[in-house]
């Protein structure tokens, strides 16, 4: 599935609601029919607006820790990294220690770094 530019466009015109977007995180995980590609290409353009990942709720992330690379975590990691609140950052902490190495690595690195205004 190619990211179909026009169609993104038109779909962040009209705004997508959070829950058809964690229903639809949530089926994508579910679904192991499809390729890794596959897969990534589908996550790839739910998330191609990065602003879209901070919808996500705790078990649709929860749900991309088994077959997500650590690569394609981005627009999740500047979301949840740095919420106005903790939540964001307690889950990444839980997620570190169930998740594949090179995601776990990942994980550890990006809740180290300091926030905007926070001093470490």
């Known amino acids: 599935m190619a990211l179909e530019r026009r169609a993104l466009s038109d779909q962040q015109q009209a705004g997508l609601f959070p829950h058809w977007l964690n229903a639809a995180v949530l089926r994508l995980s ?3 029919d499809l390729s890794l590609d596959q897969r990534r290409a589908r996550m790839a353009w739910l998330l191609a607006n990065p602003k879209q990942a901070a919808a996500l709720s705790d078990a649709a992330v929860g749900s991309l820790v088994p077959w997500l690379p650590a690569e394609d975590w981005a627009p999740i990691l500047e979301t949840r990294r740095c919420p106005f609140q903790n939540e964001g950052r307690s889950l990444l902490s839980g997620l570190v220690s169930n998740a594949p ?3 776990g690595r990942r994980l550890t690195v990006a809740l180290a770094k ?3 205004g926070e001093v470490r």
């Open 114 to 116: 300091a926030c905007q």
């Open 30 to 32: 579910a679904n192991t």
């Open 101 to 103: 190495a090179h995601l």
